[in-house]
């Protein structure tokens, strides 16, 4: 019966470490894959960020004149069809990101970059504020050559107001998974959510303080 028992430790262990040396070369793969570049549709593009929970980075994007609207969803990650309880159990590969569709004629992609940076902490791991974990990591996904030399020369300017390196990752864009319908406009459905109230909305008020020139009228 011992034999058996250690035997079916044994196959257990064994099966879970080729799960995570899977999920670990999936995700390789996914970093290392060519980028998929949206169609604009009506004048109007999309771009991609994750650098928290996307409560407060919908939020902020959405205040910036030139944003249509920003989608909460998923992104960066090597499974398919991700849900809010499986991205948070980290082993997805996802992060919460958020899709910012928005009027290049009104605020350029250099622009939506500089927001992203200057919105949160870019060298805080593996999370954002008190949100801790993988699926709140900062990614920033480009869709071609010419948006990730944009990202990375802001990335390079924005280094020098810090003393510890930038961890926002740097990903192409593969696939973005809208996110379940309640967490749309979260913070302007729930204001007074004790979240909201005390991480979403402090870190807006921050944004705004910083960026006044790129908000929209009714966002002053």
Known sequence: MRTLLLSGIFIFLFACGNNAQDSKKAQEAVANAEPVEVQ???GLERAYFASGCFWCVEAIYESVEGVKEAVSGYAGGHTKNPT???SNTGNTGHAESVEVIYDPEKVSFKNLVQVYFGSQDPTQVNGQGPDIGSQYRSIIFYQNEKQKNIIEEVKTEVA????KPIAAEIMPFQKFWKAEDYHQNY?????NNPYIRNVSIPRLNKFKRKFPELLK????
């Open 160 to 163: 020098k107001d810090y003393n």
């Open 187 to 191: 913070e302007k459905n729930h204001p």
């Open 84 to 86: 809010y309880e499986s």
């Open 40 to 42: 604009s549709q009506d």
């Open 217 to 220: 009228e009714e966002a002053h």
